[in-house]
C-alpha cells in the first residue's frame, strides 16, 4: 500500500469573529481519525464557543518509499 501524507484544514467560526483557519501536515496513518484530530487539533477554540464549519484534506503527497516521510 503506498504512503502519504496530507494537510488537514480546519476552519473554526463564531458569531461576530473573523474565521480561523488551522492546518497540520499528516501522514496517512492518520486518515481513519480525521475528526478526532481536528477536534484535538481545535479544542482550545471550541471550550471557548468556537464551531467546527469545515475539516478538508487537501495537497496529498505520496511516497515512493515506505521508509520515507515528509522531512526526507
Known sequence: MPHYSFELHIILVKF????????????????????EL??????????KGWTLESI?????VFLSNDSLTWYD
Open 56 to 60: 478538508n484534506a487537501r495537497d496529498f
Open 38 to 47: 481536528a477536534y484535538h487539533m481545535a479544542k482550545s477554540y471550541i471550550d
Open 16 to 35: 461576530g469573529e473573523q474565521p480561523v483557519h488551522m492546518t497540520k501536515r499528516v501522514m496517512d496513518i492518520y486518515m481513519t481519525t480525521i475528526v
